[in-house]
């Protein structure tokens, strides 16, 4: 058994990753959860009204991942071939690319791909699943005609609102969600904007809540649905709440850290072991007096050679330096999140 003990590890994402080539290339984002992601704006009783908003009309710049895996031009609705047990109609992800091609001119082409599917439990999106498979699946399949994936959009946890044990585990299970993704697809820090949920199946909405706020990963940003208007039914989005939703998503994602990895002490110690692919799990942002951003890390699972095997079950301990001051930062109290809070005993990287 092999373990590694670092003094100081962090990883630096410089702040010149700007995507130099990014008006050339595709910027990708995996759309994925339930319903409310897939979209049911204007669907009453089984039946869409048709009606797209403007924030949601197509535009040469918005392209969509099919089915089959071809890009086209994204018409609403964005899930209409992948979420096909039920009526699709309006969902978020189209106000979101226009609103973030509004906002960000540096985007380049916005590649949406869509992965949500109705009705689903955070339990069925676990490594291993059919639905987990697929993401990974369409996010490779999405990154073959170049671009980058600069995000995960997820609204998720309707229906884990309807037993207690579920709702009290929903944290941990999309906290190993998010590791799992960031490590299958090599982005350590991907982006992930989560929505909290506006609505459930059951009676235990308020705790799933609780879990969404309350979670606290490098580059997590959360955003709440709470109070935005729903269709009849009780459960989903409008269509005027969709593109508000957008506008959210895109204001989140902007106030994220770029998803390409730079510099890593902890990649270049393991693949100097012949270990390449390091996946920490928790850590925590601060600026450092260079103005970098600075994601601090303890703890790491790592995976030999690249991404072909099963991930190790050995995990690599990497110890703060308790030499590190916080003097050492120019802002030490504008420290863009706090420790994350988790366990390590319940995250095992083979499940
Ligand atoms: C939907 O179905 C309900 C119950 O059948 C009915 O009362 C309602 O008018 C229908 N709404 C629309 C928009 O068709
Ligand atoms: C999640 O949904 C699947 C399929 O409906 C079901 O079999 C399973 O029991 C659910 N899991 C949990 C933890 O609710």
């Not at 996010?139 to 995960?152: D, M, N, Q, V």
């Not at 459930?200 to 580059?219: F, I, K, P, S, T």
């Not at 109290?333 to 995250?347: C, M, N, Y």
Request: glycine fraction near 8%; charged fraction near 20%; proline fraction near 5%.
């Amino acid at each position: 058994m092999l373990t590694l003990y670092l003094s100081y590890a962090y990883l630096l994402i410089s702040s010149a990753v700007t995507v130099a080539n990014a008006a050339a290339e595709k910027s990708i984002f995996l759309l994925a959860g339930q319903s409310n992601m897939a979209g049911r704006g204007g669907v009453v009783n089984d039946t869409w009204d048709n009606y797209v908003p403007p924030e949601s009309f197509p535009d040469l710049s918005i392209l969509r991942l099919s089915a089959d895996l071809n890009w086209q031009l994204a018409t609403e609705p964005l899930h209409r071939d992948i979420d096909t047990n039920k009526v699709c109609g309006v969902g978020p992800g189209m106000a979101f690319a226009s609103s973030l091609l509004r906002k960000d001119s540096s985007i380049g082409v916005v590649g949406l791909v869509p992965c949500a599917v109705g009705g689903t439990n955070i339990s069925e999106w676990g490594r291993g699943g059919s639905l987990y498979k697929q993401l990974i699946r369409r996010a490779e399949a999405a990154l073959e005609g170049g671009g980058t994936i600069r995000g995960l959009l997820w609204f998720q946890g309707e229906s884990d609102t309807v037993s207690r044990e579920d709702a009290e585990s929903y944290k941990t299970r999309m906290q190993n969600f998010v590791f799992h993704v960031r490590a299958d697809l090599l982005l350590p820090v991907l982006p992930v904007i989560q929505v909290a949920l506006a609505s459930g199946e059951g009676a235990y909405v308020e705790m799933v809540r609780e879990g969404q706020l309350g979670m606290d990963l490098v580059n997590l940003r959360t955003i709440d649905a709470k109070g935005l208007n729903l269709e009849p039914d009780g459960l989903h989005l409008t269509t005027p709440s969709q593109v508000l939703l957008g506008n959210m998503l895109a204001n989140a994602f902007m106030q994220t850290r770029p998803s390409a990895m730079i510099t890593t002490n902890i990649a270049s110690t393991i693949i100097s072991q012949n270990f390449l692919t390091q996946f920490f799990s928790l850590g925590y942002e601060q600026i450092n007096k260079e103005g970098a951003v600075e994601i601090k890390v303890d703890y790491v699972d790592y995976r030999s050679p690249a991404s072909k095997d099963v991930p190790r079950k050995e995990k690599v301990e990497v110890n703060p330096d308790t030499g590190d001051k916080a003097s050492d930062y120019a802002n030490p109290g504008e420290a863009l999140s706090s420790r994350v809070d988790l366990s390590h005993s319940k995250f095992d990287p083979n499940k």
